[in-house]
């Protein structure tokens, strides 16, 4: 099984690392192709296309106009958003990490696939954006890259299963692109509500990456044994769930 997360917007270029060697992104190539064409985007572009404040415009033009010469740091340790608060990657054993290296990827806007210690540079391009290279949107400029990085990993780990963790903006990419015989699963999470079992933004989030690491803790290749996921109080509810979409409710 190989579980599929978003990334984050926040970043953490700062914090100690673990001991790790850093791997090569695949599309290493792509991510500077985008980040030298979003390079000529305007700060008043960049608030129109992501929707933010002035001061996060400057400092991702200052990004891509420095692409080049950033930091670099493991995609695992980088991001830190909501989903990397529940993975808590920073307390994850070597054995562990090493794990998450073949059966984790995040998605990237700017990056495509990549695996947990691949090397990025510090940026903000999230998926849905509508502006590519000669083409209208993210997702028409990668095409069907993603999917099929995906999917020769897939084949390569031998499960033939993915868990869907990502958000809806994300799995776009690959949504539809993959090859039948993959099974994907995609996971609710819900908390008790007046009216039954609600969606909650913030721990929909962080609950993906507590699935995560609950999966990289145990080792866990076989995607039916993620129904036994039990962190935070969280259960699988069989009633709510289909074949391809499992609930969980806490």
Do not use: C
């Not at 990657?89 to 998450?100: G, I, R």
């Not at 539809?176 to 989030?205: C, M, N, Q, T, W």
């Not at 076989?222 to 699988?236: H, L, N, Q, R, V």
């Amino acid at each position: 099984m190989i579980a599929i997360l978003s990334p984050a917007k926040t970043l953490d270029y700062a914090s100690p690392l673990p001991d790790v060697t850093p791997t090569v992104p695949r599309f290493a190539a792509e991510a500077t192709t985008l980040a030298a064409a979003a390079s000529h985007l305007t700060q008043t572009r960049l608030r129109e296309l992501m929707h933010i404040s002035p001061a996060l415009a400057k400092l991702n033009a200052d990004r891509f106009r420095d692409f080049a010469d950033a930091p670099e740091r493991p995609a695992l340790f980088a991001f830190a958003g909501d989903v990397y608060t529940g993975l808590e990657a920073k307390t994850l054993d070597a054995p562990a990490v090493t794990f998450a290296q073949d059966h984790v990827r995040l998605l990237s806007g700017l990056y495509g696939l990549l695996r947990p210690l691949d090397a990025m540079r510090p940026y903000r391009l999230e998926m849905g954006t509508r502006w590519a290279p000669r083409k209208p949107a993210l997702t028409d400029w990668w095409g069907d890259r993603i999917a099929t990085a995906l999917a020769e990993d897939v084949a390569e780990e031998g499960s033939g299963a993915v868990l869907n963790l990502a958000s809806q903006e994300y799995w776009a990419a690959v949504n539809g692109r993959l090859p039948a015989a993959i099974r994907v699963i995609g996971v609710d999470f819900r908390e008790p509500g007046p009216d039954g079992p609600r969606f909650v933004s913030f721990h929909a989030k962080k609950a993906r990456g507590l699935m995560a690491r609950y999966m990289i803790e145990h080792h866990i290749t076989e995607i039916d044994a993620m129904k036994g996921f039990d962190t935070d109080g969280y259960a699988f509810d069989a009633g709510q769930s289909s074949a391809d979409r499992w609930m969980f409710v806490r």
